[in-house]
């Protein structure tokens, strides 16, 4: 049986955002998703339009091969290299919000479940999701 350890994540990614866009009605992006950045290393907002659900897809690949795992760790994992003028660049977390709200609507939509003082794991429904979209990438 293949799982997401055995396949490419970008591949894996792209499949399972278009299956939370079109499956799932509790992954819905916020009013404010387009205007806002996603940590303050970014200059500027994200170019696709989907990329609440590719963020999503993602953070739920993380929870998968990571879990439990917690809001603070995400955040460090969706960071980067924030630039500051002529000083020497530092790195800088993601945004929590984005990623406490993407992890909610997980839940909501039962693919991620609560451990009480360890963040989230994946659920069994998330996990037969994610290796149903692991052997299509395999097989495609």
């Known amino acids: 049986m293949t799982t997401p350890f055995d396949v490419e994540p970008n591949s894996l990614i792209g499949i399972l955002s278009e299956k939370l866009k079109s499956d799932f009605d ?27 659900y590719v963020r999503s897809a993602a953070v739920l690949r993380t929870i998968y091969i990571d879990g ?16 500051r003028g002529n000083a020497p660049p530092r790195f800088a977390k993601g945004s ?17 479940e609560k451990v009480e003082r360890e963040g989230r794991r994946i659920s069994p429904k998330g996990k037969s999701l994610l290796d149903k979209c ?4 395999a097989g495609g």
């Open 26 to 52: 509790a992954l819905e992006p916020p009013e404010w998703a387009p205007y806002v950045k996603t940590g303050m290393h970014k200059e500027r907002v994200p170019d696709d339009e989907d990329w609440w």
């Open 68 to 83: 439990p795992i917690g809001i603070e760790r995400l955040r460090t994992k969706y960071g980067g290299k924030r630039d």
């Open 96 to 112: 929590g919000n984005i990623l406490r709200k993407v992890c909610q609507q997980l839940e909501a939509a039962k693919l991620v």
């Open 134 to 137: 692991a052997e299509e990438v």
